[in-house]
């Protein structure tokens, strides 16, 4: 029998009859077949700690192999590096995680060799173009950060797959118990753990995840080669997230939409942006759309004083924690970014405190 996700999100990924995976830190141990492993360099594999959270995953993903990183952008190096090679020709959304662009427009274009170019995939005559060339791998987000695009992620795989690239998403932003990219096809799943999963702001992490047995091998050899392994405290600290996930998953949606309820009756605000409105919502199928949303205001605001008069929320970079987090895009994030915009990652607060705490922000910027 089948267990639901939440009930997964509990169970999986135990370690023999206890209430919690132990912390591994040997980096020597009989691992596999009584074999005596070298944890990191040789013998290419994370730990049982690491390991425990691997099996946790691909469950909750429908997977048959996840690979953990030091980090989110760890993983996302990890699949690029593993899967690409000089000559090779990626096609990714023209709005994706800011690191990972500059990954790909920065050291893989200009010292690898590999090509990239930008789509708008919410448009999908501009994406049959771009995969008319020999295209190996296509890259998106089914929720842009923070552009807040929503993606239509079957229909973008279908596509991709008839072209023959290999399909890679980062769904840092849904998480597995809003949507399962493998389910509609895609190859690669990549989460930023230091999000949602994880979801208390304290731990780094990260972790791709596929069926296809030979793209686990390779990128589980270039983990090995880049060194990225995730240590085993914040494999445990992912884990404890989990357990919890689908709660505060729902209660990071209902939270935003209460946010954005509020922010839409505002003068100041002149305009909201939420996956869950978007063109694609309807037809998406997804039972809600995340903690994220973002707004502009009128002119004559000033952000960064608005940002300095909160009091609650807290003017940090992540998302997925339980703190509400309000920032402004940097420079390097700027694509399809209006002026005067402000990304919300929502948090766990009762949602009246939230708005409580943006209302005297506008108040003392007026
Ligand atoms: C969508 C997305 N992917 C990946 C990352 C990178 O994750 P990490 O901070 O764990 O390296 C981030 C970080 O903000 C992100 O927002």
């Not at 990890?78 to 090679?85: D, E, K, R, S, V």
């Not at 959304?93 to 995939?121: F, P």
């Not at 869950?276 to 000033?302: C, K, N, R, Y």
């Amino acid at each position: 029998m089948t267990h639901d996700f939440s009930t997964r999100s509990i169970h999986s990924g135990r370690y023999a009859d206890s209430s919690a995976v132990p912390i591994f830190q040997a980096i020597n141990a009989p691992l596999h077949d009584e074999k005596v492993e070298y944890v990191s360099a040789v013998g290419g594999v994370g730990g049982p700690t690491t390991e425990a959270l691997e099996t946790l995953v691909s469950d909750l993903e429908g997977a048959n192999w996840s690979v953990a990183a030091a980090s989110g952008m760890g993983a996302i190096a990890n699949t690029l590096f593993a899967l690409l090679q000089a000559g090779d020709r990626v096609v990714a959304h023209r709005c994706i995680y800011s690191y990972a662009s500059r990954l790909l427009d920065g050291d893989l274009t200009q010292k690898w060799g590999v090509t990239v170019e930008w789509v708008d995939m919410r448009d999908m005559a501009a994406l049959e173009k771009a995969l008319e060339k020999p295209t190996k791998l296509i890259y998106f987000d089914p929720i842009s950060n923070p552009a807040m695009h929503l993606l239509d992620t079957a229909e973008i795989t279908k596509r991709g797959k008839q072209a023959g690239a290999i399909v890679v998403t980062d769904n840092t932003l849904l998480s597995p118990y809003l949507f399962k990219p493998l389910d509609v096809g895609v190859d690669i799943v990549i989460h930023s753990a230091t999000k949602y999963l994880a979801g208390h702001g304290d731990a780094l992490a990260g972790v791709a995840s596929g069926r296809d047995s030979e793209l686990g091998e390779k990128l589980a050899q270039m983990r090995t080669f880049l060194g990225g392994f995730l240590a085993p405290m914040n494999a445990f600290l992912v884990m404890r997230g989990i357990r919890t996930l689908p709660f505060r998953m729902d209660r990071h949606c209902d939270n935003t939409l209460s946010v954005l309820a509020w922010l839409k009756t505002q003068p100041q605000v002149t305009s909201v942006r939420y996956a869950g409105e978007t063109p694609h919502a309807a037809a998406s199928g997804l039972p809600a759309f995340g903690g994220m949303l973002a707004f502009t205001v009128q002119d004559g605001i000033d952000l960064k004083q608005f940002r300095a008069e909160l009091k609650m929320c807290r003017p940090w970079g992540s998302l997925g924690d339980i703190e509400t987090l309000v920032t402004l895009p940097a420079a390097s994030e700027l694509r399809d970014i209006p002026p005067n915009y402000v990304r919300m990652a929502v948090g766990l607060e009762a949602p009246q405190d939230i708005i409580a705490d943006l209302q005297q922000a506008f108040e003392a910027c007026a």
